[in-house]
Every structure is written in structure tokens, then in C-alpha cells.
């Protein structure tokens, strides 16, 4: 039998509420109810508690002001915790107004993004839709690969639609984001077997871990968007009315869950390379004519395959480009984890140890414990009240 949080996780995305305002929180439950679990807090430090014992919340709402600690205190603490899970989470920033400087400063404090208090339900949805997915996509594609490699035989039929069903669809996404003044996105995502010690030209991977992404790749993209299989070793995702910067943010977790997991059983270093290449449709001039989905194509895929030649799992946008061009080095780019930072979810260590696969576990024991220590220290003083 599933546990409580197990159902709670396999069926709807929990939403962390953080407000002092009874009627916002209640006009925001009454948008998101339906679609999403959610869990209130009264202030800032409400929400830090909970987020602490909780490991089910996929996405964060904030108010800026709020008493004990505001919305920008508590984005200091998410992105600064050792907890990786806590670290990553989108954190959504409610405001009275949509004040650019107030805009500018939520995202540098690091908001994920910035909704008013009058936004309408569909909107809200939409929004939440896609960073929920976020937080899931990772976990969910390192557990999904495994198990379609296991199972998936090189010869069986791709779902994915062919390149000429993709190009017809996808342009049809483009022109009606041109019309409607609303962003859209390619991503190229490259996939290259290597040695780790080496950074020559990367190999094509094995058929079977080709399959299994795009299988997860079909899977994982909204119903509005469109994913095909373009080369030997790549695949392009086309995403309509999307913030840039949640492209960049799915498009670096697919390419870390191809890389971190175990897709591999033949040692000697060997390792894989998930490089993604991106291009917005808002690439251009202010005045001047959108790019055509053919150029949008070219810049994606020479990006994803800059990344792959410099042994980079990540995402090149316009700036690591700029940066790869000029022979320097984007220390932004899959950076390791923090100090006392796991590298993986505990989740995935648990499903290991139930695997049998206890040697992967021992190499993040040290780094385990500086995860929990947080949750201990919570536990330990809720038992001392």
C-alpha cells in the first residue's frame, strides 16, 4: 500500500502558500484547488519550518511583506540552504503591483518569478503547471531511464512524432506566438558518450538510452508542446508562452538527469554528456523581424553541439556562447555541489538502498548527514517544547 505522502505526491503537486493576508491566501487556494495540494504559512518563518519537514512541496508562493520574516528573507535562506531539495525549489513572488524595480529585485534576491495579486486563474495555473514540473522532472527522468534501459529494446518504435510532423507543428507554435507578442522556445538537447578524462569528439550513445530519453522526453513536455528526435544524437523541444528563464531551468535539469543517471554498465570511465542548446523567438533587434524556425533550429543545435565539444552538461544559451567562443570557461555550467551537498535526492539514495545498490550510496554518506542535520536539529527542538 502507497503511504499518505506517497498518494499525495503521485497525485497532485503541493504548493507552499506564504501570506499574512487570510483573503490572499484563500483567493489563491480558491485559483489552485482542484489542480494542486497546497500547505498556508502566516509568515516567513512558518514556511522555512515547513519546508524543513516536508519534502513534498514542488513549488513556493510568497508574499514580500510578511512579519517575523519577509518574502525576501526567506528567499536568502532557500538559496542558501544545504538542502538540495529546498535550494532548487521555484519560488513564486506575490506583489500588489507589478513595479519593475520590485521585479528586478525579487529576481536577484532569487525568484524564480513575479505574479500580482490580480492574476487571473488560468494564468496562475499555467504558471505553476510548468515549475511544478520543474522540481519533478529530475528525479522522475533519472528513475525513468533507468527502468526504460532495462526494459527498453534498441529495435522498439519511438512515440515521438517524425522531424517533418515536428517542423509542421512547431512552426505553427512560433507563428502564433509572433502574432500574439508571447515568447517561444527551442531547446536542442545533445547526448554524447565520452571518457570522463577525455574531451574529444563525443560518440553516439547506445540505442537503448536514446529510446529512453525520448520516451521521457514524450512524457515529461506539457501537452502544448511538441519534442522530436532531429539527429543521431540529439532531440528538439519546441515550448510556447514560457518565461525564458523556466526553459533554461527544465532544459538544465533534463540534462542533469541524463548525466547523473546510472544509464551505464561498462566502467572504464565512460560517461555521458547532456549539452542543450537554446533560442528564443525574442532573439532579436527591438523592431526587427522574429527569427524564422529554420534559423531558430540552426542557433539551437550549433549551441548544444559547442557544449558537447567542450565536455559540458548543461544549458548554451546566447551568453555561454559568447563565453565558449572566447575560449573561457562557464564556471555556471553543471557546478558541483555545495559543500556538505548532495549531489543527488534522498529519495533516489532510499530506491537505491532498496535496489541493493548500497556501494552508490556510501559515496554520498558524508554528505549525507550535512543534509539531515537541519531536520534533526527541527525534530530536537519540537521535542523539547
Known amino acids: 500500500m502507497p503511504t499518505p505522502v506517497a498518494a499525495d505526491m503521485s497525485l497532485k503537486p503541493r504548493v507552499l502558500i506564504a501570506d499574512d493576508s487570510r483573503i490572499v491566501r484563500a483567493t489563491l487556494i480558491k485559483h489552485i484547488e482542484g489542480m494542486f495540494d497546497f500547505r498556508e504559512a502566516l509568515d516567513g518563518e512558518q514556511a522555512w519550518e515547513t519546508l524543513l519537514i516536508d519534502p513534498t512541496i514542488r513549488v513556493v508562493i510568497s508574499d514580500l511583506t510578511m512579519p517575523r520574516l519577509d518574502g525576501y528573507g526567506l528567499l536568502k535562506r532557500i538559496r542558501s540552504s544545504k538542502i538540495g531539495r529546498i535550494r532548487n525549489l521555484p519560488v513564486v513572488v506575490v506583489s500588489g503591483n507589478d513595479d519593475q524595480a520590485e521585479r528586478v529585485r525579487a529576481k536577484e534576491a532569487?525568484?524564480?518569478?513575479?505574479?500580482?495579486?490580480?492574476?487571473?486563474?488560468?494564468?496562475?495555473?499555467?504558471?505553476?503547471?510548468?515549475?511544478?514540473?520543474?522540481?519533478?522532472?529530475?528525479?522522475?527522468?533519472?528513475?525513468?531511464?533507468?527502468?526504460?534501459?532495462r526494459d527498453t529494446h534498441a529495435g522498439e518504435p519511438s512515440p515521438l512524432p517524425?522531424?517533418?510532423?515536428?517542423?509542421?507543428?512547431?512552426?505553427?507554435?512560433?507563428?502564433?506566438?509572433?502574432?500574439?507578442?508571447?515568447?517561444f522556445v527551442l531547446l536542442n538537447a545533445c547526448i554524447g558518450l565520452t571518457r570522463i578524462d577525455l574531451r574529444d569528439q563525443p560518440a553516439q550513445p547506445p540505442a537503448a538510452v536514446m529510446n529512453a530519453v525520448g520516451q521521457l522526453l514524450h512524457r515529461t513536455v506539457r501537452q502544448t508542446d511538441c519534442v522530436a528526435r532531429t539527429g543521431e544524437m540529439d532531440f528538439t523541444i519546441a515550448t510556447g508562452n514560457i518565461h525564458f528563464?523556466?526553459?533554461?531551468?527544465?532544459?538544465?535539469?533534463?540534462?542533469?538527469?541524463?548525466?547523473?543517471?546510472?544509464?551505464?554498465?561498462?566502467?572504464?570511465?565512460?560517461?555521458?554528456?547532456?549539452?542543450?542548446?537554446?533560442?528564443?523567438?525574442?532573439?532579436?533587434?527591438?523592431?526587427?523581424?522574429?527569427?524564422?524556425?529554420?534559423?531558430m533550429q540552426t542557433m539551437a543545435k550549433r549551441r548544444a553541439v559547442l557544449g558537447l565539444q567542450n565536455g559540458i552538461t548543461g544549458v548554451i544559451a546566447a551568453d555561454e556562447e559568447g563565453l565558449l567562443q572566447k575560449g573561457e570557461s562557464l564556471p555556471g555550467i553543471m557546478p558541483e555541489p555545495a559543500a556538505g551537498g548532495l549531489s543527488v535526492d534522498l529519495a533516489t539514495l532510499l530506491q537505491w538502498i532498496k535496489e541493493g545498490r548500497e556501494d552508490q550510496v556510501l559515496t554520498h554518506i558524508g554528505a549525507l548527514s550535512g543534509e539531515l542535520q537541519p531536520l534533526v536539529d527541527l525534530l530536537l527542538k519540537q521535542h523539547r517544547k
Open 110 to 149: 532569487g525568484a524564480t518569478d513575479l505574479i500580482t495579486k490580480g492574476i487571473g486563474t488560468a494564468q496562475l495555473l499555467s504558471r505553476l503547471d510548468i515549475l511544478s514540473r520543474l522540481v519533478s522532472s529530475q528525479q522522475e527522468f533519472e528513475r525513468g531511464l533507468e527502468a526504460l534501459v
Open 162 to 183: 517524425s522531424p517533418e510532423v515536428w517542423q509542421v507543428q512547431a512552426e505553427a507554435m512560433r507563428a502564433n506566438a509572433v502574432r500574439q507578442n508571447r515568447n
Open 245 to 295: 528563464d523556466a526553459a533554461h531551468r527544465f532544459a538544465e535539469r533534463i540534462c542533469r538527469a541524463v548525466a547523473h543517471a546510472d544509464l551505464l554498465k561498462s566502467g572504464g570511465g565512460i560517461a555521458l554528456i547532456a549539452s542543450c542548446g537554446i533560442a528564443a523567438v525574442t532573439e532579436t533587434e527591438d523592431g526587427a523581424v522574429p527569427p524564422d524556425l529554420a534559423s
